[in-house]
């Protein structure tokens, strides 16, 4: 038994030393690629800066806006969805209709992200421009509500993780006073559940951040800043997307190193706040 045990640590031991190599390598790949860009002396002006390559602009500012607006909004549309969905299935109706509900939401993370896309074009977009009368539909308020439905699993799913570690003897006291739902949410679900809570939000602003389908087919990709939902507005990951047929040499083609490098800070920030916050629940 022991030696299965030495045997499954060491298992355990090199798997998570290979994906920190990995890890590593990957962050080292996209930084080696970077530097003909950035020994070119004009680093902070791809950050800063918009793009126009016919006037040798290269900035990524605009992707690197349209990523966060579009993340943030997602959120914002999906963050009501999920606690609601959650409550329903851990409080309200915890029978049946919950765990038919929940089976529905486990059930929809298996969809692959081109299917909301299609579903968004043919459906979401002529009724976003049908209802405002501006632009063509394939904006960030299309892709941001798109997005949100593609998040909303990741978040309910952490949700009902985090309520389900609430003790049940707090729920308990609260129905022994005639306490009621609503009071159950507010004094005790959030404050005890909500670390695990604020992981599920990190992680899901994570994959929406790194989402390339919905933002490349909805969002209209306009290299130019978004001034209001209804613009249009391209994202770091559909940058990388519609760039990557570039010619190798060109400058273009090298931005999306930088870009790919922004993308991977981000998101490893999102993934250390996340840690912390598990840390701080347990």
């Not at 999906?78 to 329903?88: E, K």
Request: aromatic share 12%.
């Amino acid at each position: 038994m022991n030696f299965k045990n030495q045997m499954a640590g060491k298992l355990f031991f090199w798997a998570a030393a290979a994906t920190c190599i990995v890890t590593i390598a990957v962050l080292g790949f996209m930084a080696i690629l970077s530097l003909p860009v950035i020994t070119k002396g004009f680093f902070l002006d791809l950050l800063t800066g918009s793009w126009a390559p016919y006037y040798g602009r290269f900035g990524i500012l605009p992707m690197i806006a349209g990523s966060f607006y579009i993340s943030f909004l997602s959120l914002a549309v999906s963050l009501p969805l999920s606690l609601g969905c959650s409550f329903f299935i851990t409080l309200i109706q915890p029978g049946i209709p919950g765990r038919i509900l929940k089976k529905l939401i486990e059930l929809m993370t298996a969809i692959p992200t081109v299917i909301y896309g299609f579903v968004g074009i043919f459906l979401l977009v002529p009724l976003v421009r049908n209802i405002f009368a501006y632009g063509s539909g394939m904006c960030v308020l299309s892709a941001s509500i798109m997005l949100g439905l593609v998040i909303s699993p990741t978040m309910i799913l952490f949700f009902i993780q985090s309520i389900d570690t609430v003790p049940k003897t707090y729920l308990n006291a609260v129905d022994a006073l005639g306490g009621t739902v609503s009071q159950k949410i507010a004094h005790i679900i959030i404050p005890n559940a909500w670390p695990g809570m604020l992981t599920g939000i990190i992680l899901a602003f994570g994959r929406a951040m790194g989402d390339t389908m919905i933002a490349l087919m909805i969002s209209g990709n306009s290299v130019g800043f978004a001034h209001n939902v209804l613009d249009s507005a391209r994202t770091l990951t559909a940058h990388i997307a519609l760039t990557i047929a570039a010619d190798f040499d060109s400058i273009e083609f090298k931005i999306i190193f930088i870009c790919g490098t922004c993308l991977y800070f981000l998101t490893g920030f999102g993934v250390i706040l996340a840690r912390f916050a598990d840390k701080s629940h347990s």
